[in-house]
């Protein structure tokens, strides 16, 4: 029914976009979404498998950069607000070449808002509908050994995802300040969990340890991140899209500062549970035995850690997930899906 009102995601097969959908649909039964996703490699129709059936869940393959057809989606459904997850998202590719990010972050992120504010405008709801922009706490840069990124710290973006993240966002600011679009910007710490894409530090580390192959840890493996378990940042955006005030940004941590080497031990010793048999047929002692140190990634950035405390004082938000228990289920869903062989 493209007459109803409806919720527009953007990238929505990657790893947050694809669980906020299933937790959306979850929790708003009655309500209908679009999905928009270009498939890139980092996106999968099968994190969509459970609900592509659904009557109120729609989607189409496209290009947020591509002007008419979300122009054309504007003139189809009644899009009653968007939450922005498309982008180009692993920094080691943005290192290698920077120009997708431009493209999907930069360019997609204007299209989407200059599309919206045109149709809204007509409609005059501009000052109503919510265009909700996912962003990440590298945009404010690298932190040493103490302090915490609060809502006002500047930015200073150090590799091109970031650069490309925080020119978005920035991008979505000035549509609040300059025609009075109704945007909300959230800035989370690294995310985990379910159907996150292979090339990412905790799939990559549960992948080789299960084919026995060396787990490769960046520099000294000390490079500290915040990890957040991805339903409880669904949580929270849920809640940021439905109560913020217009041109409110949220930080969103999961309080679990950790090095990345500690994130891999406990990855190798959950899995040393999980597969004893596959360590014992070969001869590994625990998987952490496989953990290699390799070069460090150009400009890596040292620490991030965000202070959640606005989040937490005026929507009453907090991260339900424990690490360990989090680390285990997710370990556990990593290795269900990759079926992996017992022989
Ligand atoms: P992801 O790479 O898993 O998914 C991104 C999705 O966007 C993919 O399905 C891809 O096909 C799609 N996409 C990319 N370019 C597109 C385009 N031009 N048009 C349409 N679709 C396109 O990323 P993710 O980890 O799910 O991250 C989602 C969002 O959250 C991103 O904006 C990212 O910056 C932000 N974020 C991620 C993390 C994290 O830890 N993963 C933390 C904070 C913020």
Redo the contacts with the bound molecule.
């Keep these: 029914n493209k007459q109803k009102p409806t919720m527009l995601i953007?990238?929505?097969?990657?790893?947050?976009?694809?669980n906020f959908i299933h937790y959306f649909l979850k929790n708003y039964p009655d309500s209908q979404l679009l999905n928009?996703?270009?498939?890139?490699?980092?996106?999968?129709m099968e994190n969509l498998r459970e609900i592509e059936s659904l009557n109120n869940y729609h989607f189409i393959q496209?290009?947020?950069?591509d002007e008419i057809l979300i122009n054309n989606i504007f003139n189809e459904y009644d899009i009653e607000g968007i939450i922005?997850?498309?982008?180009?998202?692993?920094v080691d590719r943005s290192i290698i070449d920077a120009r997708?990010f431009i493209?999907?972050?930069v360019l997609?992120t204007m299209i989407l808002l200059q599309t919206a504010k045109a149709h809204w405008e007509e409609k005059d709801v501009l000052s109503e509908r919510r265009f909700h922009q996912?962003?990440?706490?590298?945009v404010y840069g690298s932190l040493e050994e103490t302090g915490k990124f609060n809502e006002n710290t500047p930015y200073d973006p150090r590799n091109p995802?970031s650069a490309s993240?925080a020119g978005a966002n920035m991008l979505a600011k000035s549509f609040g300040s300059t025609y009075g679009m109704n945007i909300v910007i959230s800035?989370?710490?690294?995310?985990?969990g379910p159907r996150?894409?292979e090339e990412?530090l905790i799939p990559t580390i549960i992948s080789k340890a299960l084919s026995r192959e060396s787990i490769p840890i960046y520099g000294d493996g000390k490079n500290i991140r915040d990890w957040?378990y991805v339903e409880d940042?669904c949580r929270a955006i849920d809640l940021i899209y439905h109560q913020a005030n217009p041109l409110e940004t949220y930080n969103i941590g999961g309080g679990n500062e950790k090095a990345n080497i500690e994130i891999a031990t406990e990855i190798c010793e959950i899995l040393d549970q999980l597969e004893p048999d596959l360590r014992k047929r070969s001869s590994l002692d625990s998987f952490k035995d496989l953990i290699t140190f390799t070069e460090d990634r150009l400009g890596h950035d040292r620490r991030y850690a965000v202070d959640d405390t606005k989040l937490k004082n005026e929507l009453g938000w907090k991260p339900v997930e424990q690490l360990e228990s989090g680390l285990k289920k997710t370990v556990e869903w990593y290795v269900n899906q990759w079926k992996i062989p017992t022989l």
């Design positions: 953007t990238g929505g097969a990657g790893f947050i976009g694809s928009i996703d270009k498939l890139t490699y980092a996106g999968t496209g290009d947020i950069t922005h997850f498309a982008a180009e998202s692993h997708e493209q999907s972050n997609g996912i962003s990440t706490d590298e995802y993240k800035s989370s710490s690294n995310n985990y996150q894409h990412k957040l940042h």
